[in-house]
């Protein structure tokens, strides 16, 4: 069974190098990137991955943060051999409107033309804890991105709204309990939306992938084995 992922805001899928590598060395991950210079809509980054599903093969879709909406709205279309979702501190609607409305007025090309102090960058992403050489790496990636692509994927978060819709695979939410950037709220969107849901949660910042790599990808890892065990 292949482990379909989906990145956050970056788009660029780097930043899962670490929960990749202690991954079962039996299971196959597959990172759909999003294109770094288009602008491109929910809707249409939903067809941009829908494209690049398997399509001979069982697969799981792990979509971390800004994906959620992708996965859930590719859910909604029931793909075939889709087995199940793994939500990573994700949402369904704008997750937290003073922080969003906050981005939306701060000057965001001068910020990030010159990037983020590191302070700013442990205390509302990565954790007090991330090494320099995590910080150095989501700097880079930050630099490297084009202004207009992160300015218009905020703006899609900022606009989104929840969806009624029941999703009835197995979902699978991934909540670090120190995320300063999704409300807990979001999280009773899906529990709402999702009546198959089992919440696994981890003490770290908004990007537990990258703090907590090791601990979120042995819970991956062991719900992978039982969807497997099933079919």
């Given at each position: 069974?292949?482990?379909?992922?989906?990145p956050?805001l970056d788009?660029?899928?780097?930043?899962?190098?670490?929960?990749?590598k202690?991954?079962?060395?039996?299971?196959?991950?597959t990172?759909?990137?999003?294109?770094?210079?288009?602008?491109l809509?929910y809707?249409?980054?939903?067809?941009?991955?829908?494209?690049?599903?398997?399509?001979?093969?069982?697969?799981?879709?792990?979509?971390?943060?800004?994906?959620?909406?992708?996965?859930?709205?590719?859910?909604?279309?029931?793909?075939?051999?889709?087995?199940?979702?793994?939500?990573?501190a994700?949402?369904?609607?704008?997750?937290?409107?003073?922080?969003?409305?906050?981005?939306?007025?701060l000057?965001?090309s001068?910020?990030?033309?010159?990037?983020?102090?590191?302070?700013?960058?442990?205390?509302?992403?990565?954790?007090?804890?991330?090494?320099?050489e995590?910080?150095?790496?989501?700097?880079?990636?930050?630099?490297?991105?084009?202004i207009?692509?992160?300015?218009?994927?905020?703006?899609?978060?900022?606009?989104l709204?929840?969806?009624?819709?029941m999703?009835?695979?197995?979902?699978?939410?991934?909540?670090?309990?120190?995320?300063?950037?999704?409300?807990?709220?979001?999280y009773i969107?899906?529990?709402?939306?999702c009546?198959?849901?089992e919440?696994f949660?981890?003490?770290?910042?908004?990007?537990?992938?990258?703090?907590n790599?090791?601990?979120?990808?042995?819970?991956?890892?062991?719900?992978m084995?039982?969807?497997?065990?099933?079919?």
């Amino acid at each position: 069974m292949r482990l379909i992922l989906l990145p956050g805001l970056d788009g660029t899928g780097e930043l899962f190098s670490e929960f990749i590598k202690n991954l079962s060395k039996n299971m196959t991950a597959t990172c759909i990137s999003y294109p770094e210079q288009e602008r491109l809509s929910y809707s249409e980054l939903v067809e941009h991955v829908r494209c690049r599903l398997p399509t001979n093969e069982d697969f799981v879709i792990l979509a971390e943060s800004f994906s959620g909406p992708i996965a859930f709205k590719l859910a909604q279309a029931e793909p075939k051999h889709l087995q199940a979702i793994v939500f990573v501190a994700s949402f369904l609607r704008n997750p937290n409107r003073v922080f969003m409305r906050l981005m939306r007025l701060l000057p965001l090309s001068i910020i990030l033309r010159y990037s983020p102090p590191d302070f700013v960058v442990r205390k509302w992403m990565l954790g007090d804890e991330a090494s320099h050489e995590m910080v150095l790496k989501f700097k880079s990636i930050l630099r490297r991105l084009p202004i207009k692509t992160i300015k218009f994927r905020l703006q899609e978060i900022y606009k989104l709204s929840l969806v009624e819709f029941m999703l009835n695979y197995p979902v699978y939410y991934i909540k670090p309990l120190q995320d300063r950037l999704v409300t807990d709220d979001n999280y009773i969107d899906f529990v709402n939306t999702c009546p198959n849901i089992e919440l696994f949660t981890l003490d770290g910042p908004h990007f537990i992938l990258q703090s907590n790599a090791e601990s979120c990808a042995n819970y991956v890892n062991q719900r992978m084995n039982q969807i497997s065990g099933k079919n």
